[in-house]
């Protein structure tokens, strides 16, 4: 029976340390690769182990053609070949359109294998002091100004009725704007966490009141962040 291997890649492409020793060993394991970027996979699998010879595998990218792919990845199955998803930093699955295949693997009753690695929303949440029992992960927020004030004012008011941490990210050149919009539009009591290039050589984490946000500033630009807010 094929076996469907759901494989983490790093969140700073220069650091592999959080890539488990056996993550290696199900590429290996694996004929055909369904991943998000391409690119960014093969030079992420050849840093692993120079060795991989990359064009002895078969590759398809996630986010080209919904029925298309679906239908590769229906016809790869079947005929038995090991398959592995990967999508662009993280987890598979997770924040992440590999999740389609992956109901797919479950329907023809393969083997699907989730394999240790990070997740930035997880990591983020340990690292936030927060409510790690209840939480939501949301995604993007609305990028038109009056829309995503009036979301971050509901998941505010969601996150003090039941007690609920609230994830959610943003384009990195976008990431600025979100914070300003946060600053201006939350209470003062409420808290926010920025997780800032996680794993990264550069990792930062700020975790207080939107009160104390207020008195000083960072900037965030072009860097993957991950935001958090609670409101007790």
């Known amino acids: 029976m094929a076996m469907v291997y759901l494989i983490p890649a790093p969140l700073d492409e220069n650091t592999l340390s959080p890539i488990s020793s056996y993550v290696l060993s199900a590429i290996k394991d694996c004929a055909v690769f369904f991943v998000e970027n ?29 029925e298309e792919v679906q239908n590769a990845f229906l016809s790869e199955l079947r005929v038995g070949k090991n398959i592995g998803i990967v999508s662009e ?13 992956v109901e797919l693997a479950h329907r023809e009753n393969s083997i699907v294998k989730p394999l240790v690695g990070p997740s930035s929303i997880l990591l983020a949440l340990m690292a936030s002091g927060f409510n790690g029992q209840q939480f939501a992960f949301h995604g993007y927020l609305p990028v038109e100004e009056g829309e995503r004030m009036k979301k971050i004012k509901s998941l505010e008011e969601q996150s003090k009725k039941h007690h609920v941490t609230q994830i959610f990210i943003e384009t990195p050149y ?30 930062k984490i700020w975790s207080m009141t939107v009160g ?21």
């Open 174 to 203: 976008r990431n600025d704007k979100l914070l300003a919009a946060l600053l201006k539009t939350l209470h003062p009591q409420t808290r926010l966490c920025v997780a800032l290039n996680l794993t990264g050589e550069n990792e």
């Open 89 to 101: 930093a993280g987890c598979p699955g997770v924040a992440d359109p590999g999740q389609l295949l």
């Open 212 to 232: 104390e946000w207020r008195k000083q500033v960072p900037t965030l630009h072009k860097q993957p962040a991950i935001f958090l807010i609670l409101n007790n």
């Open 38 to 66: 391409e690119r960014t996979t093969r030079r992420y699998f050849k840093k692993l182990d120079a060795s991989i010879v990359i064009d002895d595998y078969r590759w398809y990218n996630i986010e080209r053609g919904g």
